[in-house]
């Protein structure tokens, strides 16, 4: 069984991770159930495993936290669904990559549910969306831009941290990072594609696909594209 919360308002970044520290050790001990919690956080930056400290281009506009998730620098704040997976990785076959792309999917099988059309890149992790009505890139490809992100950490096998869509955040916020330390591409939100969707919407449909993104019959081969 999987124990779904929702936080109303604001969540701040400590006690998020305090939360899932603590749950995800009770996890492993067999004694918590596994747990998906969403909820927004107040403007802020996180920096990953992989975080180069040139990407934090306004150092002063927001509270930057480090954390040990994998990844780079992105940015959490009002408007933008977060969702921490404390998942036991172990019983979900121990493949740390097949994982990522199931959370990948997960994202794109939710995203279908309002008629936007979700990638996966190569070197780029995250769920991308095409933009065609935007210039061509400087090599004549489609421009994409960032829908959402991901990043995680394990301990003793249990997932912590997870991904962040953008349903209507404040899209300037983004400035003050290279988010993922790609700079080459943008980001959006569904908002901005111009949908009106709410955070409740989203929950909905993330609720909604949970179980089709991590059914056994994807996991073995992960072939989830």
């Given at each position: ?91 979900r076959g121990k493949d740390v990559r097949c994982f990522v792309r199931q959370l ?15 990638h996966i890149r190569d070197g780029r992790v995250g769920v991308w969306v095409e ?77 909604r696909t949970f179980d089709l993104a991590f059914s056994e019959e994807a996991a ?6």
């Open positions: 069984m999987v124990e779904w919360i929702t936080s109303d308002g604001l969540v701040s970044y400590e006690e998020a991770t305090r939360f899932m520290e603590e749950r995800a050790e009770a996890i492993a001990a067999g004694e918590a159930e596994e747990c998906i919690w969403l909820l927004e956080h107040p403007p802020l930056y996180t920096a990953g495993t992989s975080a180069r400290i040139e990407d934090l281009t306004d150092p002063d506009r927001f509270p930057v936290h480090v954390t040990k998730r994998g990844g780079q620098y992105t940015y959490h704040g009002p408007g933008q669904r977060v969702i921490y997976v404390m998942l036991n990785v172990a019983e990948e999917r997960w994202v794109i099988l939710a995203l279908e549910e309002f008629n936007v059309t979700g933009r065609p009505e935007k210039p061509l890139t400087p090599a004549g490809a489609v421009a994409e831009d960032k829908i959402a992100a991901i990043g995680i950490r394990l301990r003793k096998w249990v997932s912590f941290h997870g991904i962040s869509i953008n349903v209507e955040p404040d899209l300037s916020h983004f400035s003050g990072i290279v988010p993922c330390g790609i700079s080459e591409h943008g980001t959006t939100s569904l908002v901005d594609l111009g949908l009106p969707v709410t955070l409740a919407d989203v929950d909905v449909a993330l609720r073995p081969s992960c072939d989830l594209d």
